[in-house]
């Protein structure tokens, strides 16, 4: 099989790669122009469906469904905001994109917005992303100073307005209906659905929400076409009747104890073994690996070692990094594929510590079992780290973890689930670990650190 060559990533080294000189020279945005010649709305729309593209922003819904959903024959205006707030520890491919490659993202934008008869785009980005926002304000200046954007574009009649707005600063502004709650300038506490806001979403308004990654697939479906699309990936499980397949190209992450952290474009499906030992270079150090988050910490956690069911000789090192792979061992999905690997050196204290401390501190507070639960178990895993733990201590946080969030039906939005999965998944599959720690009694390497610090 021949190598893959990049797609999303192809011009990310190329001098200038960000000017739109550049990409107008490698064929940037003629794709636009043939679709606006050539395409009504709904035919972009039904090649998007057609293809398969799935969210790359973590919940993984079909991207031209998505656009569906929409009011028929609305009046208007229609809106459509770019979430750009990638706000999940680890995760860094959006970045890319936005900082080296702004108008491949930005002409998926304008063909999106012209599929769902949108003439106004809102491009939401995290606030400590200072340089994708000058790349992207710069490229955008570029569109209007060549009437690629404004009225009567290509004069095709199409009319579009991309704004740039800088986020709030908090991981829940990555959450659909908070990052809508946050441009409109209110505290960014997400909204109880329905209405979903394909029917009443920015300034009550129609409105999609799609991720950077997700829009530059556009780009690329509308230039490339389906079948090319549908050639990469992981096809629907013929035994799973919900699932829709793992088409395209996919960047994913690495990050944690590699000797190469690393964005990296492949077909969807490769096994986390493969991402972290051929394109990471391995577990740094000459350790091995212990546990690995394969989308971002809300996740959960991956046990290298542990036996994958079903498949003789393999552990769930081996999971395909589809949107199925990481369900088949306990985790909440593929997330936003940013891979973090823990070395066999690491306290899963500490790493659950951690995790516990960001969860809490980006809760909103809005919904109670979220706020609170949170805390607890971030105060739990404090005792543990401290030498203090008790055995019961793991089945409250197990008890917690499985009692907060969307899918048990106790909060608005997912933020509790991702807090809770880490937790759930931790234990579960390192239950021994935390067992001995707490039957000897000992601090955790970072409590001890503390302690050190503190006498001097």
């Not at 009649?157 to 704004?163: A, E, P, S, T």
């Not at 690995?292 to 081996?318: H, I, Q």
């Not at 909060?411 to 937790?423: E, K, N, Q």
């Amino acid at each position: 099989m021949p190598a893959y060559e990049p797609v999303l990533l192809a011009r990310i080294n190329k001098p200038n790669s960000g000017k739109l000189e550049g990409y107008r020279a490698d064929g940037g945005y003629a794709t636009i122009e043939r679709a606006l010649k050539e395409k009504q709305p709904i035919d972009v729309i039904t090649q998007v469906k057609d293809a398969g593209l799935r969210g790359r922003g973590g919940a993984g819904f079909p991207c031209g469904l998505k656009w569906t959903f929409l009011p028929k024959d609305h009046p208007g205006p229609i809106y459509l905001c770019v979430n750009a707030d990638e706000s999940e520890p680890c995760t860094y491919n959006n970045r890319i994109l936005m900082e080296k490659d702004p108008h491949q993202v930005l002409e998926g934008i304008m063909l999106a917005c012209y599929a769902i008869r949108s003439q106004k785009a809102f491009y939401y980005v995290r606030y400590e992303y200072g340089d994708s926002f000058r790349s992207l304000q710069a490229a955008i200046d570029e569109l209007y100073a060549a009437k690629l954007l404004g009225q009567n574009i290509l004069g095709s009649g199409f009319n579009l307005d991309i704004v740039l707005h800088r986020g709030a600063g908090a991981y829940i502004c990555g959450e659909e209906t908070g990052l809508i709650e946050s441009l409109e300038g209110k505290r960014a506490w997400p909204r109880i659905k329905p209405p979903f806001p394909a029917i009443e979403g920015a300034f009550r308004k129609p409105t999609i929400v799609n991720n950077v990654e997700t829009l530059a697939c556009v780009t690329q479906i509308m230039k490339r076409g389906i079948d090319w699309f549908k050639s990469l990936g992981v096809p629907p499980d013929p035994k799973n009747p919900r699932d829709a397949g793992s088409y395209g190209p996919k960047l994913y992450t690495l990050a944690g104890h590699v000797e190469k952290p690393v964005c990296v474009e492949v077909p969807m499906g490769i096994t986390l073994r493969d991402l972290v030992e051929k394109h990471g270079g391995g577990v740094w150090k000459g350790r091995k690996a212990k546990a690995v988050n394969p989308g971002g910490l809300s996740m959960g956690f991956v046990d290298v070692n542990a036996p994958l069911k079903g498949e003789d000789g393999k552990t769930e090192y081996d999971i395909p990094l589809d949107f199925n792979g990481p369900g088949r061992v306990g985790c909440l999905g593929l997330g936003t594929a940013a891979v973090t690997v823990i070395d066999d050196q690491t306290s899963m204290i500490d790493v659950l510590h951690n995790v516990c401390q960001f969860f809490s501190h980006e809760s909103c507070g809005q919904c109670t079992p979220c706020r609170e639960g949170t805390g607890w178990m971030l105060k739990i895993t404090d005792r543990l780290r401290r030498g203090l733990g008790r055995k019961e201590d793991l089945d409250i946080l197990i008890d917690v973890g499985d009692r907060i969030g969307i899918m048990p039906g106790t909060t608005i939005c997912g933020l509790s689930d991702g807090a809770g999965w880490p937790v759930k998944t931790a234990i579960r599959k390192f239950r021994a670990e935390f067992e001995a720690a707490i039957k000897s009694g000992a601090k955790s390497k970072y409590a001890k650190s503390l302690a050190l610090a503190g006498s001097h």
